[in-house]
């Protein structure tokens, strides 16, 4: 019997291959919090109902906002939660039970979805957008033109609950690297932070904004922004800092006093 040589190492490194690739698969499908779940049915959707050779029975309902629907033989069914296919199977089962047709085949279809989310703060495209598939964070940031460069390094989601407001924060790269994949929901609010930034104006190289980094001096923040120029005075700097209650304190610095995020930095003529 002939044999060629190295075929069955060859056939052991498939087979390792193969393998490996399943394995990643089984990772990604449970790491991915939506690939098996899909989208679910909420209110304002805009449901087709079909039932297999039976064109009387084929209607149109929307889920209102307490999550049911109005269908025949059924009254007001709860379809919150549901996918399309466990509702057409609910549906069918009632049909079924009711004895309107045996062993109904109910498809269901979403024609108009009344999902929304709101992606707002540093990001390219702030606003709304349809819900129409399930939606990691992720994903959700890049339907809104994806992060800005000024964006900080934390995007949060706020969510209505039968408690109150829920208010989720995750790091910015845990989610874009896709460490942290959160899902989110009809009607969930999700902003992303600016960075912290302050601001030089008077007599510097370069009036504007500029990043803020924590421990930043005064001296260190004016040789960001180009320096003081030859009119104005080191001696004559102030600075405009709004505090927790609303209130904007102004007050002289010198080159040695730490900056605070959003601080104004003012530098006037020197006197001659």
Known sequence: MWRIPGIREFGRQCFKIVGALAWMA??????????AAGRRLMPSDVLQIRVIGQPDLDTQARVDTDGTINFPYAGRLSVRGLSEAELGKRIAKIL????????????VSVTTFGGQV????????????????????????????????????????????????????????????????????????????????????GFVGRAGQYPYKPGLSVQQALAIGGGISDLGSDWRIEVKRRLND???????????????????????????
């Open 246 to 272: 609303g209130t904007v304190l102004e007050a002289p610095v010198t080159l040695d006093d730490i900056v605070e995020a959003n601080d104004t930095i003012i530098v006037n003529e020197r006197w001659f």
């Open 26 to 35: 089984c990772l990604l499908s449970i790491n991915d919090p939506l690939a």
């Open 96 to 107: 079924d039970k009711a004895d309107v047709i045996k062993n109904p085949q109910v498809i």
């Open 118 to 201: 709101s992606v707002l703060g540093a990001v390219g495209a702030p606003g709304q957008f349809v819900l129409d598939r399930p939606l990691t964070l992720a994903q959700a940031l890049a339907r809104a033109g994806g992060v800005r460069e000024s964006a900080g390094t934390r995007v949060t989601i706020q969510r209505q609950t039968g408690y109150g407001v829920s208010v989720l924060t995750y790091d910015m790269e845990d989610v874009l690297s896709g460490r942290k994949s959160p899902a989110v929901f009809n009607n969930d609010n999700i902003v992303v932070e600016a960075a912290p930034v302050y601001f030089l104006y």
